[in-house]
């Protein structure tokens, strides 16, 4: 039954790798950076090719973004850097230095009252798994700000780069409604 | 294990008991970002794992030359078949026994495209995914069948055991003055979770954690104790928040084994976490299905046969099938009936369970029909269904326990608009837009397995409630945290709800609807009699209040004890504990029947299906059931369809939070309309790779393309279904929903499509 051999290679690896003298080196182009997140200054190093989504959840113990598909389709690794929603996975950390970021858990301090569009979605139901909703909750508190929640149809539109499998979307809608009036 | 307190409640007081609408008490965690999903955890010392996988879809490998991949910065092992060390066969979720031959999850002989084949192991993730492109794999190939429409896939094997007929099918069918016959067809689907499966396996000695997205805790425990011998104790899986699941992440699979042994190779905590583009091979969806329907009916509409053929694709190794014949032999009366079924072997990872298997696919051939003999005959389609409404299970023949199904196309027709709709199909017009009506039942059978649960009252008056079962979002946390408050008499703020743990009291499958249902059950029972053993306390020692007034019973309200006869202002439970001088109380308590009521038993009650009841054991016929009305607006000229507005009533029986229920139906709607839109893995014919293997290019439903969704409850409590008058829930919601639209599609459009999803092309 089987027709010959055929040989499937795979691509060649894109990055060029270090090597001292046949030695392994463990680590591949580190690199430092001072990173500002949720208003702290943080230290991280990194190789250079990391992600600011794996910096955050792998390196500084922020796993509130999330990782749904790391390929910019899903938008659970929303996180706002100078104030504009930015897709952490498409991001290199190198590429943050200077800006400022912010992520779900900058969004309130534990203890503290809810942010708006949190307490919002806590009260619409706007979640079920909730693995979504970090990255909806950053969408929506900029879908806010950049006035683009002025009709349902319109929060619907500049919420659907955030995929929701659970299927809140009826609950976000309603949540973000309500959440920019409170805000407005 | 996580313990979930109940607070920032908003609202009604009332809303914390047993059927209010309480917010979800897990739902602070999740809005923050501190629930902890699996992958979030960082054992000391953590190296990660990234899968190679086969490029062929057929054939076997011939050898792989790791050379390149080895000698990158970081690698520290690259598995293959060869280095591999040994795993054991396991018991399977049947309790089949296991086969002697080792378990092998690394293949080396390939049945589909995307099979695990080696595994790299590094320091960081970038340099395992970046050693994993130097993997030379040399293959050879075979030729494949990429799927149902293969020619060389033929009618595949027929399946007995699906067959259900009864009367003469074909002679009636013969004789009928009316008959339509056509094929429906659904494409592989799948679950799509946005959170990606994945775990982080640690070894101490011969004791394993496993940080893992799990709906079934102890069934996979299970198997990872078989996997690496050793005893089912020492295996701790934890599984707290899991970020969607959808039937996908009940079982042990391929990428957990690879793990857990990367983990006992090297010493080393292991995480593996699977790309988006695995998520498609790495297990599977719902399997492609066909089915062709004969309806016979006389003039007026009344159904007299039912003939149906149908086939699903299965892996080449295993038999998955996916009933085709599960709402078909129950939606309607009819005298005649016949239903049979194929499963065809493909070269595709084995189809898994996506919600509400079989009877998702099941009602949108029915559904479908049955519309299209409404037109044929010149009857409304709400008129043809109740006209054929079936009083009893025509299958099992035994009454319904309760079936609110004309009350939900009463309510679901009124609150619709339904009779607004002009007959005609492409008869209501907007401008450039052709609206259609369209309407399709649903149903969900009610499975039943014991369950298990701790309820403790502790010294300072608080509860906890503790399960090895898992939320993943059907509202678990705070359905429980309900129960218990509703059954002892306390605040729902003053119970904690443990979940998500193997150490923790066992549980069976969340899968199959069944779960809110058996632990609700169990929680209600164990918390009655934590409650009991309070009340007594109070009454009988000594140093309680109470002792003096030789009551036979107390009541406890609000956290407040008094006597029935007294009308003083009560003492609080943390008092009484206090005097008493009790730290806690405690009642573990299970819901099995006597006779499994023994040690070995109860282990495979929660760790196979085998005690699972079917929806017809009893004297009773157990379902859920649901309408949908569907208005589409479809584009004249392009055919692009916009589901306009929904309106949805369904029977669930009993609901413990409506607001947590409703969100579970309205999900399930949602993936309905993905269903019929925009879902459809589309697998390369030369050479069986699924082509849209990522989100950008499998479509599931954004925010724009959901119109507001009403659903109405028209459930009543059902006592013969479950000990606190639940039905099934979660998988209910999408049954219907494809059809409805492609029912209000063809009356928008006088187009017909009957193989999902309904595309553009399809239409123009
Ligand atoms: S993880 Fe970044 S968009 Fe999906
Ligand atoms: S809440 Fe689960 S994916 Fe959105």
Redesign the pocket.
């Known amino acids: 039954m089987f027709f010959g051999l055929l040989l499937v290679e795979r691509p060649a690896a894109l990055g060029t790798y270090c090597h001292q003298n046949g030695v392994k080196t463990p680590m591949t182009n580190q690199i430092s950076l001072n990173l500002d997140i949720n208003g702290k200054s943080r230290q991280v190093t990194v190789e250079a090719r990391v992600t600011l989504l794996d910096a955050l959840r792998e390196h500084l113990e922020l796993t509130g973004t999330k990782k749904g598909c790391d390929h910019g389709q899903c938008g659970a690794c929303t996180v706002h850097v100078d104030g504009e929603r930015v897709l952490s996975c498409l991001t290199l950390a190198a590429q943050v230095e200077g800006s400022t970021i912010n992520t779900i858990e900058g969004l309130s301090a534990p203890g503290d009252a809810l942010h708006p569009v949190q307490a919002a979605f806590l009260e619409h139901d706007a979640?079920?798994?909730?693995?979504?909703?970090p990255g909806?909750i950053m969408s929506a508190v900029a879908c806010i700000r950049e006035g683009h929640a002025g009709s349902d149809d319109e929060i619907r539109e500049y919420m659907s780069g955030n995929l929701?499998?659970?299927g809140?979307y009826p609950h976000i809608v309603d949540a973000v409604r309500e959440a920019a009036k409170e805000l407005s | 294990m996580t313990i979930v307190e109940t607070r920032a409640k908003r609202g009604d007081a009332a809303d914390g008991a047993l059927g209010g609408r309480l917010s979800r008490i897990d739902g602070p965690a999740k809005i923050t970002g501190l629930a902890d999903y699996a992958l979030e955890h960082h054992p000391q010392g953590m190296v990660h794992a990234v899968l190679v996988e086969s490029a062929i879809a057929s054939g076997r490998v011939v050898s792989i030359d790791a050379n390149a991949a080895e000698r990158a910065p970081g690698v520290l092992l690259v598995m293959t078949p060869d280095n591999a060390l040994p795993i054991k066969s396991a018991t399977d979720w049947l309790n089949t026994p296991p086969s002697d031959a080792p378990y092998e999850p690394l293949a080396r002989s390939i049945t589909f495209a995307g099979q695990h084949i080696a595994a790299v192991i590094a320091e960081t993730f970038e340099q395992a995914t970046a050693a994993a492109a130097l993997v030379k794999v040399y293959y050879e190939e075979a030729p494949a069948i990429a799927g149902l429409d293969d020619p060389k896939a033929g009618d595949g094997m027929p399946l007995d055991r699906m067959t259900i007929e009864w009367g003469d099918a074909h002679g009636a069918l013969a004789n009928a003055p009316i008959r339509i016959k056509h094929e429906y067809r659904t494409p592989r689907e799948y679950n799509v979770p946005?959170e990606p499966h994945g775990l982080i396996a640690e070894w101490k000695g011969d004791r394993l954690t496993v940080w893992e997205p799990s709906q079934w805790i102890d069934g996979m425990a299970r198997t990872y104790a078989e996997w690496f011998d050793i005893p089912f104790e020492n295996v701790e899986l934890r599984s707290p928040y899991i970020?969607?699941g959808f039937g996908s992440k009940a079982l042990a699979l391929e990428h957990g084994a690879i793990a857990i042994n990367a983990a006992r190779m090297l010493g080393r905590p292991v995480k593996l976490a699977v790309t988006r583009a695995q998520t498609f091979t790495a297990y599977g969806g719902r399997p492609a299905t066909r089915q062709t329907i004969e309806l016979g009916a006389t003039r007026d509409g009344k159904l007299v046969s039912i003939v149906q053929t149908g086939a699903n694709e299965t892996s080449m190794k295993a038999v998955q099938v996916e009933p085709l014949g599960s709402v078909t032999s129950i939606m309607y009366a009819t005298p005649n009936f016949s239903s049979r079924q194929n499963v065809v072997p493909v070269n595709t990872v084995k189809p898994g369970a996506l919600r509400a298997p079989g009877e998702n696919p099941s009602a949108f051939g029915i559904e479908c029909a049955i519309d299209e003999l409404a037109y044929e005959v010149g009857i409304d389609p709400v008129q043809i269904r109740l006209l054929n409404y079936a009083e009893e299970d025509p299958h099992a023949r035994k009454p319904w326990s309760t079936r609110r199904l004309r009350e939900a196309y009463a309510a679901g027709a009124e609150a619709f608009g339904w009779s607004a709709r002009q007959p005609k199909p492409r008869s209501m017009r907007e401008g450039n837009q052709l609206i259609g009506y369209g309407v399709a039942a649903g149903t969900y059978p009610v499975r039943r397995t014991p369950g298990e649960a701790l309820v403790r009252i502790l010294g300072d008056g608080s509860v906890e409630v503790a399960s090895s079962g898992i939320d993943m979002?059907q509202g678990t946390y705070t359905i429980l945290a309900q129960t218990a408050a509703e059954a002892i008499g306390v605040p729902v703020e003053k119970v904690r709800v443990k979940l998500g743990d193997s150490s923790l009291p066992r549980a069976p499958v969340a899968g199959g609807s069944q779960f809110a249902n058996l632990i609700t059950g169990a929680v209600h029972k164990a918390a009655l009699a934590a409650r009991d053993e309070l009340i007594g306390l109070a009454i009988n020692d000594p140093n309680s209040p109470f002792r003096d007034l030789q009551a036979n019973t107390l009541i406890v309200e609000n956290g407040v004890i008094s006597s029935p006869r007294d009308t003083g202002a009560g003492v609080g439970i943390a008092e009484i504990m206090q005097r008493t001088g009790r730290e806690r109380i405690e009642a573990l308590r299970d819901t099995l029947p006597e006779n499994l009521r023994n040690e070995k038993d109860h282990f495979r009650n929660f760790t196979t299906i085998t005690t699972m009841l079917s929806p017809t054991d009893g004297d009773y016929s157990l379902h859920s059931w649901c309408v949908h009305f569907v208005e589409v607006r479809v584009d004249a000229d392009f055919g692009t369809v916009r589901v306009a507005r929904m309106v949805s009533a369904l029977d669930s029986g009993r609901l413990y939070n409506p607001k947590l229920a409703e969100s579970q139906w309205k999900g399930g709607i949602i993936m309905g309309i993905g269903q019929a839109l925009l879902e459809e893995g589309i697998v390369d014919a030369r050479n069986g790779r699924v082509m849209n293997n990522n989100l950008g290019d499998y479509l599931v439903p954004t925010n724009a393309d959901i119109p507001d969704l009403k659903v109405i409850s028209v459930g009543i409590p059902d006592t013969h279904a479950s000990v606190l008058g639940g039905k099934a829930v979660g998988e209910l919601g999408i049954v219907g929903v494809a059809p409805a639209i492609a029912n209000a599609v063809y009356h928008a459009t006088g187009v017909r499509v009957r193989d999902l999803p309904i595309t553009m092309d399809k239409l123009t």
């Open positions: 979640f079920q798994c909730g693995y979504c909703t909806q929701c499998r659970c809140a | 946005i970020g969607g979002g």
